[in-house]
């Protein structure tokens, strides 16, 4: 893979106008967010600067899970926002634009699950982790880190994941071009991204959790909870034995695949 091959035909205006491909790298997260603790190298990244390395040797999921990526199976990238949208949100345009993405082009129905999996037939294709990180007063920004399982057969997952993740390629039995997915993805995310839409509202249409019964462990303990709602901060909105919650990270939370 080569930056020319990923941006030849990139027909987006700012996000993923300016890339650096890395041919192994720890986690292209860790990665954008050494490098904006450098004033120097800060000022060249600009909003929608994308890290994509082609391996990574310590890609960091959710939960500081380890997210498997030591391969060039799938994508794996940062995009960097300078984005007045608070935390939340933020993760719902690369999976709307995933779900989209998926189902436009390439005909593959995904379940989008709070806050920000993306799940084609409850196995996971893609994970999403937004990193926000405070540069002055009233100034963040956010390391918005993708993966998406492309190429993956099932023996290419660990024993551990097998059973719970997925890729293009099992879903589909066809091979991808993975810097023509990368392409394609991009231009969804600026049209998602500058849609002016209602960004919960829309990430609602391709969600299966509303009024579904979930299993979650909270703070170490199993619990049943009925999803009733999305606020408008992108939280989630349950009802445990009849009381109403609200959840609003996912952290200490973990929210079973399979509801
Ligand atoms: C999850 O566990 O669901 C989130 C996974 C996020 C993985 C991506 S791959 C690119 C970026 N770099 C990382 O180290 N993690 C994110």
Do not use: H
Not at 38 to 57: C, F, H, M, P, S
């Amino acid at each position: 893979m080569e930056v020319n091959i990923l941006s030849n035909n990139l027909k987006t205006n700012v996000y993923g106008k300016n890339i650096l491909l890395f041919e192994e790298i720890e986690s292209t997260n860790k990665e954008i967010l050494k490098d904006l603790e450098d004033d120097k190298i800060r000022k060249n990244l600009t909003e929608g600067t994308v890290y994509i390395a082609l391996r990574q040797t310590g890609g960091i999921g959710s939960f500081g899970n380890e997210w498997q990526s030591n391969n060039s199976l799938g994508l794996w990238f940062t995009i960097l926002l300078y984005s007045p949208y608070k935390k939340e949100p933020i993760s719902f345009i690369p999976a709307i634009a995933l779900a989209k993405l998926l189902k436009e082009k390439y005909n593959i129905e995904t379940d989008l699950k709070w806050p920000n999996d993306v799940l084609v037939k409850s196995k996971k294709i893609s994970g999403i982790l937004c990193q926000a990180k405070q540069l002055e007063k009233d100034k963040n920004v956010c390391a918005v880190g993708i993966g998406l399982n492309i190429l993956q057969e099932k023996k290419d997952f660990t024993k551990e994941i097998r059973d719970k993740s997925t890729s293009m390629k099992i879903e589909t039995s066809k091979d991808y071009n993975i810097e023509e997915v990368f392409k394609l993805f991009m231009k969804y995310f600026e049209d998602t991204y500058n849609s002016g839409e209602d960004i919960v509202e829309i990430w609602k249409k391709y969600t299966k959790m509303l009024g579904k019964k979930i299993k979650a462990k909270k703070d170490g303990k199993y619990i049943e909870a009925l999803v009733k709602d999305i606020t408008k901060e992108g939280y989630l909105k349950v009802e445990i034995l009849g009381k109403s919650e609200i959840w609003m990270s996912r952290s200490s939370l973990d929210i079973d695949t399979y509801f």
